[in-house]
């Protein structure tokens, strides 16, 4: 039996932090699936199927890695795709506090589902989707933060008139 770890977040955008936590979980999982939320307290930049596509193209290669959005609890999407942990990246003291709650509340919901925290790697721990956007609103460089074509979709949003 594979061991399935679910990877959830907005993904608005995905981002080289996100990109380094599925490949560094598939080292310890046979399949990670990229579970692409709709947050309510957040107002993202790209649609659901933008995100969906733009982290596709990002992992293209990667048979044990599928990508697909969800509305329901988490631990229900765990449970329907037989998956056995959630996967949470921590990049500094206070993603930690936030995340434990969540994860004390997954495991209230479901017992069975475990959840993993991975640190970002030092290269991406300052990065967030927030700070990207940001950067991106500004015309500032993006170089080393996303993958080109997230970048691209970025600038059409920001700048649509000199795409």
């Known amino acids: 039996m594979s061991k399935i770890i679910i990877y959830p977040g907005t993904f608005d955008p995905v981002t080289y932090g996100h990109l380094d936590l ?3 979980a598939l080292r310890i999982f046979d399949k990670v ?3 692409v939320g709709q947050n309510p307290a957040k107002a993202p930049l790209f ?8 982290i596709r193209e990002s992992i293209s290669s990667d048979k044990d890695v599928e990508v697909e959005s969800f509305n329901c609890l988490l631990v229900d999407f765990a ?9 949470r990246g ?4 206070s993603d930690f506090e936030f995340e434990l709650q969540r994860a004390i509340m997954n495991r209230k919901l479901d ?11 030092f290269r991406w721990i300052y990065i967030s ?8 609103q500004f015309g500032g460089s993006l170089d080393g933060l996303v993958p080109p074509h997230v970048e691209e979709a970025m600038r059409k949003k920001f700048f649509p008139d000199s795409a």
Do not use: P, W
Request: aromatic fraction near 2%; hydrophobic fraction near 50%; charged fraction near 20%.
């Open 47 to 54: 649609s659901i199927e933008e995100r969906l596509q733009m």
């Open 22 to 24: 599925i490949n560094r």
């Open 111 to 121: 017992r069975t589902v475990e959840t993993v925290f991975l640190m970002t790697g």
């Open 33 to 35: 699936i990229v579970a």
């Open 90 to 93: 921590l990049r500094a003291v």
């Open 129 to 136: 989707s927030t700070i990207v956007k940001e950067a991106a």
């Open 79 to 87: 449970r329907s795709h037989n998956a056995c942990a959630i996967l």
